[in-house]
């Protein structure tokens, strides 16, 4: 749970400073938490916004982590 919180804050945080590397990161990482305790539905809506980031962000491994955790959860 305390995980949950700190990538929630950290994604909270990012979006108001608008560094989208660092809400990409965050939403990764709070997806991959949800889709380990078996909430796939949760954590695809909350990858969903970011697609339209990925091709922006080029061959970045975050771009790429992103991508691949949406190809799973699809």
């Given at each position: 749970?305390?995980?949950?919180?700190?990538?929630?804050?950290?994604?909270?945080?990012?979006?108001?400073?608008?560094?989208?590397?660092?809400?990409?990161?965050a939403t990764v990482g709070l997806a991959q938490i949800l889709t380990e305790q078996g909430q796939r539905v949760e954590a695809l809506t909350l990858m969903k916004p970011l697609q339209h980031w990925i091709g922006d962000a080029g061959d970045s491994l975050d771009a790429r982590n992103a991508c691949m955790l949406i190809d799973t959860l699809i």
């Open positions: 749970m305390a995980a949950k919180n700190a990538f929630q804050s950290a994604i909270e945080v990012a979006r108001k400073q608008g560094a989208i590397p660092r809400e990409m990161r």
